[in-house]
C-alpha cells in the first residue's frame, strides 16, 4: 500500500468512533428497564445482566477500535521515512529545472481558495513596513503588497522574475528590491537588515522544498521580521493524501503540517490561521511575538498610495483585457465597457482597503 493510499485510509477512521452509538444504545436500554421497572411486572434481572453486557461489549469495541487506529498512525510513520529521503532526491532532480519550466508549473493545490490567499495578503500588507515576497511567478498575488516599502522580491534566479517586472513601472522600480538566494548560502539574506520586515509572503516555493531547507527560511524568517510580524507560506501538506501523491509522482517535498506546526512553534511563532485543504491552496500564516509599530508619517502614505493607484489601475487594464480578449462582444464598444467597468469597480474596492488600512 502506498503511503498516500494509507493516508487517506486513515483520514476516513479518525473521525470514526461508537461513542454516539454507545449513548444511543445506553438511552434506549435504559429506557426499557425503565418502563419495566415502573411496571413491578415479573423478574427482569437477567434483562439488567444483558444491557450491561452489552454496553460493555460496545465500550470494549471502542476501546479496541481506538487501539487499531494508533496502529494505522504508527504504521505512517514508520512507511513515511523514506519520504523524507525522497524528498532530497526530488529536490536533488529539480535544481535543474530552467526558469522557463519553473514558471510553467503550477501548484496543484491553487484552486479553491486563492481569492482567499490573496485577502490575507492584503490584511498584513501596509506602507508602514518593508515587504518581502519570494517566487511571485506570474500570478498577480504580489499585487497586493504594492504599499510595502520597500518591497524585496526573491527568487532563485533572475529570469524568475522577469514576469513580474513586467508589471512595474519605471517609477515603482525604486521601490523593489530584487534578490536572487541560493538555498546553500550560509545566511540567505544577508543583504536585508534584521527586524526590517512587516510581512513575508513565500508563494509556492517551500512546495518544491524538503523540511531541513524549510526550517532554514523559517529561522531566518525569525531574524528578518520586526516584532508582530507576519509569514504567510504554501506548502505541500502532506498530512492530506492528494499532497502524498505529489511526491509519489516526484512533483512536491514530503512536508506533513503537523511537523510544520511543531518547528514554527518551537521558533516561538505564534500561528494565525493554518488554511489545510484536500483540494486547494494549503497555507500557514505565523507571528512573530510582539507588537508591529511603525514611525513613518502621513506625508509618505499619500505619495505612495498616489503612486500605488497608478500601478493597480494598470494591472488591472492588463487583466481585464486579457479576459475580453478570451470572450465574444457584439461590437468593440462593448468590449471597452466590459474593461472599464471591471477596472472601475476593483479600483473603488482598492481605494476601500486603503481606507480601512488608515
Not at 508563494?203 to 526550517?215: A, G, L, Q, V, Y
Request: proline share 3%; with cysteine.
Amino acid at each position: 500500500m502506498k503511503l498516500s493510499e494509507l493516508i487517506s485510509f486513515e483520514q476516513g477512521l479518525r473521525d470514526l468512533s461508537v461513542n454516539k452509538s454507545l449513548k444511543v444504545t445506553a438511552d434506549e436500554l435504559n429506557s426499557i428497564i425503565g418502563k419495566i421497572e415502573n411496571s413491578n411486572f415479573g423478574n427482569y434481572d437477567h434483562l439488567i445482566k444483558l444491557r450491561n453486557e452489552i454496553l460493555d461489549k460496545i465500550k470494549d469495541f471502542n476501546e479496541v477500535f481506538g487501539e487499531y487506529k494508533q496502529t494505522i498512525s504508527d504504521k505512517k510513520l514508520q512507511n513515511e521515512l523514506p519520504y523524507f529521503s525522497k524528498s532530497y532526491e526530488i529536490y536533488e532532480e529539480m535544481s535543474g529545472d530552467s526558469p522557463d519550466y519553473i514558471l510553467s508549473r503550477s501548484n496543484t493545490f491553487s484552486i479553491d481558495n486563492s481569492n482567499e490567499f490573496e485577502e490575507r495578503i492584503n490584511l498584513y500588507a501596509s506602507w508602514k513596513h518593508a515587504g518581502l515576497y519570494i517566487r511571485p511567478g506570474n500570478n498577480l498575488h504580489i499585487t497586493r503588497m504594492l504599499s510595502n516599502d520597500p518591497l524585496y522580491i526573491a527568487d532563485t534566479h533572475l529570469d524568475l522574475l522577469a514576469p513580474v517586472k513586467k508589471l512595474w513601472t519605471a517609477e515603482y522600480q525604486n521601490r523593489v528590491r530584487y534578490k536572487i538566494v541560493n538555498d546553500d548560502s550560509e545566511i540567505i539574506f544577508k543583504d536585508i537588515p534584521k527586524e526590517q520586515l512587516g510581512l513575508i509572503v513565500v508563494d509556492n516555493f517551500f512546495n518544491f522544498k524538503p523540511f531541513e531547507i524549510i526550517k532554514k527560511y523559517l529561522i531566518e524568517f525569525n531574524q528578518l521580521l520586526k516584532p508582530g510580524g507576519v509569514v504567510i507560506f504554501t506548502y505541500n501538506n502532506c498530512d492530506y493524501p492528494g499532497a502524498v501523491r505529489n511526491v509519489e509522482m516526484n512533483f512536491n517535498c514530503y512536508t506533513p503540517g503537523r511537523i510544520i506546526k511543531e518547528f514554527v512553534e518551537s521558533l516561538d511563532f505564534e500561528i494565525l490561521n493554518n488554511v489545510e485543504s484536500a483540494s486547494g491552496l494549503n497555507w500557514t500564516e505565523i507571528k512573530k511575538h510582539g507588537e508591529l509599530v511603525s514611525n513613518r508619517g502621513g506625508q509618505t502614505l499619500a505619495k505612495i498610495n498616489r503612486d500605488d493607484a497608478s500601478i493597480q489601475r494598470n494591472i488591472l487594464y492588463q487583466k481585464y483585457v486579457r479576459l475580453a480578449d478570451q470572450q465574444k462582444f457584439p461590437d468593440a464598444d462593448a468590449k471597452k465597457k466590459f474593461i472599464n467597468d471591471n477596472v472601475t469597480r476593483d479600483m473603488k474596492n482598492y481605494f476601500q482597503s486603503l481606507d480601512n488600512k488608515i
